[in-house]
T-cell receptor
């Protein structure tokens, strides 16, 4: 089975721009979660989607949003980028809510 | 809110030796899951081992085993016969039992270096 895929792998954006990151879960997995990883804050939960509905959201400003499609693929969007948004964004999928999560390779976002 | 603490920012071990990474957590839940993930320099997060809180038996996966002490809220990872490929950042993670608040809460990580 193919693992979790994320595109793009690397991204450089300018302050004020917006960005969309994509995640394709493992086939059959219906839950998709997003995490932000930075050297200072570590791994922080952004949000979780299940059956096209956002089920849980972390403590991030409204500039961070996401969605899930009927095929379980998910996208996250960050608007009005700030320098502090530079991070590795990880997507994880799981078969069901509460089961182990499998991570993608991440998208490295750099905001200049 | 759950918290996960890894008190060892860095550790090193000689190849073929055994090392134990520590993790403690705080929660008011009774049913939950605990995980160890490794993140090598490639940055790919890899699930190492999983433990259900309702199971008293400690989980084992080949050279990896855990010591789960529910009352003490402790969840340590033992790596036996360490290999160079075990060099990575190791994260302990807490997962609730499901429901509306399900997410993984991670510790800050322990950087493990295996020396030849």
């Amino acid at each position: 089975k193919a693992g979790v895929t994320q595109t793009p792998r690397y991204l450089i954006k300018t302050r004020g721009q917006q960005v969309t990151l994509s995640c394709s879960p493992i086939s059959g997995h219906r839950s998709v979660s997003w995490y932000q990883q930075t050297p200072g804050q570590g791994l922080q939960f952004l949000f979780e989607y299940f059956s096209e509905t956002q089920r849980n959201k972390g403590n991030f400003p409204g500039r961070f949003s996401g969605r899930q499609f009927s095929n379980s693929r998910s996208e996250m969007n960050v608007s009005t980028l700030e320098l502090g948004d530079s991070a590795l964004y990880l997507c994880a999928s799981s078969l069901a809510r509460g089961s182990e999560q499998y991570f993608g390779p991440g998208t490295r976002l750099t905001v200049t | 809110a759950q918290t996960v603490t890894q008190s060892q920012p860095e550790m090193s071990v000689q190849e073929a030796e055994t090392v134990t990474l520590s993790c403690t957590y705080d929660t008011s839940e009774n049913n939950y899951y605990l995980f160890w993930y490794k993140q090598p320099p490639s940055r790919q997060m890899i699930l190492v081992i999983r433990q259900e809180a309702y199971k008293q038996q400690n989980a084992t996966e080949n050279r990896f085993s855990v010591n789960f002490q529910k009352a003490a809220k402790s969840f340590s990872l033992k790596i036996s016969d360490s290999q160079l490929g075990d060099t990575a950042m190791y994260f302990c993670a807490f997962g609730g039992s499901g429901g509306s608040n399900y997410k993984l809460t991670f510790g800050k990580g322990t950087l493990l270096t295996v020396n030849p």
